[in-house]
């Protein structure tokens, strides 16, 4: 049997749950929320009962640590009405106050926003849109994000008659 210098044993054992109370407070930090902006949209596919399109989004991590990012899930408003909705996988890790750019498929109403172009393109002012949904973190954990800004239309519809 071996003897250990008395002190020793309580020190060690003592700097051990440090460090494990430690590593497991680092993983019970809450997570806010990522940044997601709507950088382009173009059509994928048009068809008479679904369409899909493509849409540019910047995920921006505001963590400081990397943000495991194993799927999305997407609803895109503009000028106040949901013209399109996706999901999936998506498996990014974003590092810590870092950002990515990534393309995803949306299926949507293109009809109802047709039936709006008209007057949202004789507009001077910018479209206002809204991105919301959840970003699964890790593969566990559901986290909602909501972000809402403006689009110039005349890059938006530049940028969609050039993808034909």
Same mark, same amino acid.
């Given at each position: 049997?071996?003897?250990?210098?008395?002190?020793?044993?309580?020190?060690?054992?003592?700097?051990?749950?440090?460090?494990?109370?430690?590593?497991? @407070?680092?993983?019970?930090?809450?997570?806010?929320?990522? /940044?997601?902006?709507?950088?382009?949209?173009?059509?994928?596919?048009?068809?008479?009962?679904?369409?899909?399109?493509?849409?540019?989004?910047?995920?921006?991590?505001?963590?400081?640590?990397?943000?495991?990012?194993?799927?999305?899930?997407?609803?895109?408003?503009?000028?106040? /009405?949901?013209?399109? @909705?996706?999901?999936? /996988?998506?498996?990014?890790?974003?590092?810590?106050?870092?950002?990515?750019?990534?393309?995803?498929?949306?299926?949507?109403?293109?009809?109802?926003?047709? @039936?709006?172009?008209?007057?949202?393109?004789?507009?001077?002012?910018?479209?206002?849109?809204?991105?919301?949904?959840?970003?699964?973190?890790?593969?566990?954990?559901?986290?909602?994000?909501?972000? @809402?800004?403006?689009?110039?239309?005349?890059?938006?519809?530049?940028?969609?008659?050039?993808?034909?």
């Amino acid at each position: 049997m071996r003897s250990h210098p008395r002190g020793a044993t309580p020190v060690a054992l003592l700097s051990l749950l440090g460090l494990l109370v430690a590593g497991c @407070a680092s993983l019970t930090r809450p997570w806010i929320a990522p /940044e997601v902006m709507l950088t382009s949209i173009r059509p994928q596919q048009l068809g008479l009962a679904q369409q899909s399109m493509l849409v540019g989004l910047r995920i921006s991590n505001p963590n400081d640590r990397t943000l495991p990012i194993k799927a999305m899930t997407y609803r895109l408003s503009l000028e106040g /009405e949901e013209v399109a @909705a996706g999901g999936g /996988e998506l498996q990014r890790q974003i590092p810590a106050f870092g950002e990515e750019s990534v393309e995803v498929s949306l299926t949507g109403d293109l009809a109802r926003l047709a @039936a709006r172009l008209p007057t949202l393109a004789l507009q001077s002012r910018p479209w206002q849109y809204q991105i919301a949904g959840t970003v699964s973190v890790g593969g566990l954990l559901p986290l909602p994000y909501r972000y @809402a800004g403006e689009l110039d239309p005349r890059g938006l519809l530049r940028g969609a008659a050039g993808h034909n």
